[in-house]
């Protein structure tokens, strides 16, 4: 069974920079799509980033365009989001997922339910 567990949250200031990981096990990590979502209080999850198998191909929401990097490294089964020029708005749980892919040429999706597996979140908070 797959297993996802995130780490990195923490409280930083507005403006500051933090490093989600994710860690992958119990499955084939190369057949797997892999993304981040969030959700704040209050609102429906959603999404920040996603990136292809190989992770030739990443996406990313308009939201976090230009301050948002995610990193696979198909080696050590994690995923990374880096994130710079943080906002308050960004406040929310971080939660990685995953999707078993079938084909090569399947990339990623920005929809929550085609993901397959889900971690437990890890606490982002911006304080300004």
């Known amino acids: 069974q797959v297993q996802l567990v995130e780490s990195g949250g923490e409280l930083v200031q507005a403006g500051g920079s933090l490093r989600l990981s994710c860690v992958f096990s119990?499955?084939?990590?190369?057949?797997?799509?892999m993304a981040w979502f969030r959700q704040a209080p209050g609102k429906e999850r959603e999404f920040v980033s996603a990136?292809?198998?190989?992770?030739?191909?990443?996406y990313y929401a308009d939201s976090v365009k230009g301050r948002a990097t995610i990193f696979r490294d198909n080696y050590k089964n994690t995923i990374a989001l880096q994130m710079d020029s943080l906002k308050p708005e960004d406040t929310a749980v971080y939660y990685c997922?995953?999707?078993?892919?079938?084909?090569?040429?399947?990339?990623?999706?920005?929809?929550?339910?085609?993901?397959?597996?889900w971690g437990q979140g890890t606490q982002v908070t911006v304080s300004s």
């Open positions: 990136v292809s198998w190989s992770g030739g191909s990443a």
């Open positions: 119990g499955g084939t990590f190369t057949r797997h799509a």
């Open positions: 997922a995953a999707k078993k892919i079938y084909s090569d040429y399947t990339t990623a999706r920005v929809d929550l339910l085609w993901y397959d597996y």
